[in-house]
């Protein structure tokens, strides 16, 4: 019997395009209140998996379960919020009517004083929720997708690149926020190149390179196998191409 309390499953996942194998015998569990983080190459299969976690793309074996159901059932959808890479919310809407038709999709109403204070969180203009997203930066953008994510109280949160577009004052309270959200019991999957921010705030890493899963564990465990401080340079080592490999 799967447990209900585990945010995500995968076992043994595979998926190919055509003749060309993308993901191979993909197993992986995310735990209650992790802050987990997927790093690999573009390319190396990262978008393929997020899309099958989320439904969009079927994989040829393998199961993939959220809160012991599979990923298709709307029940297992209901606990989770997305957030995606490219994030382009509709231009004719304005921040606050965004928020409240995001909310609405959980059956939650928005709160314009919460929505406020969370703005005011990532650094984000608390008065920008009363203009148009066409007046809206990449930034400001990005960081009402964030908003939007943070205030659906989510058991589950998804973020594909959530640190796109922001600067370092920003980056700095969102991982703050992310870890706060995590204390909570909730748990945060999210892809990053910015190996620097997932060292920091995650407790559990997977490396995915040509098609397998070639690490799954702590930021620390993968520094100490790789005798590296740097996780960017432990990864290099990882997929052969740091220093040691080259010398070799």
């Given at each position: 019997m799967?447990?209900?309390k585990?945010?995500?499953l995968?076992?043994?996942?595979?998926?190919?395009?055509?003749?060309?194998?993308?993901?191979?015998?993909?197993?992986?569990?995310?735990?209650?209140?992790?802050?987990?983080?997927?790093?690999?190459?573009n390319?190396?299969g990262?978008?393929t998996?997020?899309?099958?976690?989320?439904?969009l793309?079927?994989?040829d074996s393998?199961?993939v379960?959220?809160?012991?159901?599979?990923?298709?059932s709307?029940?297992?959808?209901?606990?989770?919020?997305?957030?995606?890479?490219?994030?382009?919310?509709?231009?004719y809407?304005?921040g606050?009517?965004?928020?409240?038709?995001?909310?609405?999709?959980?059956?939650?109403?928005?709160?314009?004083?919460e929505?406020?204070?969370?703005?005011?969180m990532?650094?984000?203009?608390?008065?920008?929720?009363?203009?148009k997203?066409?007046?809206?930066?990449?930034?400001?953008?990005?960081?009402?997708?964030?908003?939007?994510?943070?205030l659906?109280?989510?058991p589950l949160?998804?973020?594909?690149e959530?640190?796109?577009?922001?600067?370092?004052?920003?980056?700095?309270?969102?991982?703050?926020?992310l870890?706060?959200?995590?204390?909570d019991?909730?748990?945060?999957?999210?892809?990053?190149?910015?190996?620097?921010?997932?060292?920091?705030?995650?407790?559990?890493i997977?490396?995915?390179?040509?098609?397998?899963?070639?690490f799954?564990?702590t930021?620390?465990?993968?520094?100490?196998?790789?005798?590296?401080k740097?996780?960017?340079?432990?990864?290099?080592k990882?997929i052969?191409?740091?220093?040691?490999?080259?010398?070799?």
């Open positions: 799967l447990d209900n585990t945010p995500l995968f076992d043994k996942i595979n998926k190919s395009f055509k003749k060309k194998r993308v993901l191979d015998d993909i197993s992986l569990k995310i735990n209650e209140g992790d802050v987990f983080g997927l790093i690999g190459l390319g190396a990262k978008t998996m997020i899309k099958i976690m989320l439904g793309l079927k994989q393998g199961n379960n959220m809160f012991g159901q599979d990923v298709h709307p029940e297992a959808r209901k606990n989770l919020s997305f957030l995606p890479e490219k994030f382009q919310p509709s231009a809407l304005k606050r009517e965004f928020l409240e038709l995001t909310l609405s999709y959980y059956s939650k109403k928005y709160n314009h004083n929505g406020r204070e969370g703005a005011k990532l650094h984000l203009d608390p008065d920008a929720l009363d203009l997203i066409t007046k809206y930066s990449k930034g400001m953008t990005q960081k009402l997708g964030l908003l939007s994510a943070l659906s109280h989510s949160l998804m973020l594909d959530p640190m796109s577009g922001l600067d370092p004052r920003a980056r700095i309270q969102l991982k703050d926020s870890t706060e959200y995590s204390s019991k909730n748990t945060i999957f999210f892809s990053s190149h910015i190996l620097s921010d997932i060292d920091e705030i995650c407790n559990r997977a490396i995915l390179h040509d098609t397998k899963m070639i799954v564990g930021p620390g465990d993968f520094k100490e196998k790789y005798k590296d740097s996780l960017e340079r432990s990864f290099l990882a052969g191409e740091g220093k040691e490999n080259k010398a070799a």
